[in-house]
């Protein structure tokens, strides 16, 4: 079942989102992955690829050397969200890629189960930044249980804070990023 569960949801989810002070000791990973991740603008230059425009496009690396990749339409909110994901092939996605207009992050997820909800764990290296998001059913995201594991490392809860989606890091590190070409260091 995990071979399923590591994708995102497309199923109505909801998920709560903390910040951590670091990566917690995770006895009990289930899988790990390496992501890829970038974000389409609602108007692409090349017509062949309008039908995209305005997804999230993903590759996934696993530990066993097995990539995915796969465009996602989102549709909702953040507590409650709807994604409409479709698998496409890893030479489409880098064709895509080039459409992302340097929108991207790349992360290390960690997937871990807990009482029956998944926590992914990200690693954004590039901003130093840890998060972790629950994920499960209503019921299951209400009682939510903070898991030994993330309870030295949480600082606090930002499911309800502006700018702490992916989308919200990729525009930050493309910033950050356009800065650096303006006034390399060294």
């Not at 995990?2 to 670091?22: E, M, Y």
């Not at 990539?67 to 880098?94: K, N, V, Y």
């Not at 890629?97 to 926590?119: A, C, P, Q």
Request: hydrophobic share 35%; net charge negative; proline share 3%.
């Amino acid at each position: 079942m995990i071979g399923q569960t590591w994708h995102d949801s497309t199923d109505d989810t909801q998920s709560r989102r903390f910040v951590l002070r670091g990566l917690p000791k995770l006895d009990q990973v289930a899988e790990i992955l390496w992501i890829d991740q970038g974000y389409l603008p609602f108007e692409i230059a090349d017509d062949k690829f309008d039908w995209a425009a305005g997804g999230r496009i993903r590759r996934l690396l696993r530990r066993n050397g097995l990539c995915d990749c796969d465009l996602t339409q989102h549709r909702g909110t953040d507590l409650i969200a709807i994604d409409e994901m479709s698998p496409i092939h890893e030479t489409l996605f880098s064709r895509l890629w080039e459409h992302t207009d340097d929108l991207t992050l790349r992360k290390t997820r960690y997937v871990v189960g807990f009482e029956d909800i998944l926590w992914y764990i990200d690693s954004i290296g590039e901003l130093g930044l840890f998060l972790a998001r629950a994920q499960g059913s209503e019921n299951q995201v209400e009682g939510l249980r903070m898991p030994s594991f993330l309870g030295s490392v949480c600082t606090r809860e930002v499911t309800d804070e502006p700018g702490y989606r992916s989308i919200d890091f990729a525009h930050r590190l493309r910033r950050w990023r356009r800065i650096q070409l303006k006034h390399p260091s060294g």
